[in-house]
């Protein structure tokens, strides 16, 4: 299932910012942290990854239960 956001343009003077926003669904899902820094990667025309630091993901992986 995909969650459709618009793109947003802050132009000023001097400069411009861009926005994207996630939305409530997607943030908590991905258990965002308020202030959380994360890094942008361009992988094509199409995809942008957004990837998170080990640190920030490492008490959220879930362990698979033992096959015996």
């Keep these: ?5 618009k793109i947003q343009v802050i132009k000023r003077t ?9 939305p409530a669904a997607v943030a908590q899902a991905i258990e965002f942290q308020q202030g959380e ?5 361009i992988d094509d025309h199409q995809r942008l990854v ?3 630091s080990d640190e920030a993901v490492k008490g959220l992986k879930k362990k ?3 096959k015996t």
């Design 37 to 41: 820094v994360v890094e942008w990667i």
């Design 14 to 22: 001097a400069s411009e910012q861009w926005y994207v926003n996630f």
């Design 1 to 5: 299932m995909g969650y459709s956001t």
């Design 64 to 66: 698979l239960p033992k």
């Design 50 to 52: 957004l990837q998170r």
